[in-house]
């Protein structure tokens, strides 16, 4: 089995506005992988992201607002390196995790999924978190086997994965992208990570938003059920 380097890592993000975060993002997977992995942003922003990204080297992919599902689709669909990790641009993931996942992807899976939950997600505003603890709930009673984070938005995919299943889910692809490897027999193993406060403001309405996801969260497992 080929053993993967940073060389082989694409670290991929949708963005919107997120210059208050994206230097400390793109400088944390700077320093972790000594400059090796991809970076691609795929970016609606009016403020100056792109700009920023495009100076620490990333490859920045334009495209109109049309949500986070749109953007991130394109963003794991870009880049040719065999293993791409997905992350968000507001400097809330641990970049530091990125050498064990890149292990754990060599160790055999397909999927490693970062778990904010497993730590207590202190960080996180009690709404979300219940949410997010909701949102798993629900996928294990469909799916029929535990998860713990449906949501997170940092895992490691085998770039095959991603190319081999069609994406539907816009607000909810973060969970489509856990639910459909998994319900396909793929190997996805949870990882525990830490999680921070975010930097600059939040783009998801939390009562709308989480509508949204569970609506993806049912349709996406009854779809993979009955298919």
């Not at 403020?47 to 794991?76: F, K, L, S």
């Amino acid at each position: 089995m080929t053993a993967y380097t940073f060389d082989d890592l694409a670290v991929v993000m949708g963005t919107y506005n997120e210059e208050a975060a994206i230097e400390s993002v793109l400088g944390d997977i700077e320093s972790v992988t000594g400059g090796r992995a991809e970076i691609v942003c795929v970016d609606s922003s009016d403020d100056r992201t792109p700009e920023i990204a495009r100076e620490h080297g990333a490859t920045v992919i334009e495209q109109p607002p049309m949500g986070y599902g749109y953007a991130v689709r394109e963003a794991v669909l870009a880049p040719d390196r065999p293993v791409v990790v997905t992350t968000d641009c507001d400097d809330t993931y641990p970049m530091g995790k990125l050498p064990a996942f890149l292990e754990l992807i060599n160790e055999g899976y397909d999927v490693v999924s970062g778990d904010r939950l497993y730590h207590g997600a202190e960080a996180m505003p009690t709404f979300n978190r219940l949410g997010n603890v909701a949102f798993a709930l629900l996928a294990s009673g469909l799916m029929g086997e535990r998860v713990h984070d449906t949501t997170t938005g940092m895992r490691a995919y085998r770039r095959e994965l991603l190319h081999d299943i069609e994406w539907t889910e816009n607000t909810g692809l973060s969970a489509e992208l856990l639910i459909r490897p998994l319900m396909r027999g793929y190997e996805v193993r949870e990882e525990p990570i830490p999680y921070r406060e975010r930097a600059g403001e939040t783009k998801l309405d939390p009562i709308e938003g989480g509508a949204a996801i569970a609506k993806s969260i049912v349709k996406v497992c009854l779809e993979e059920r009955f298919q």
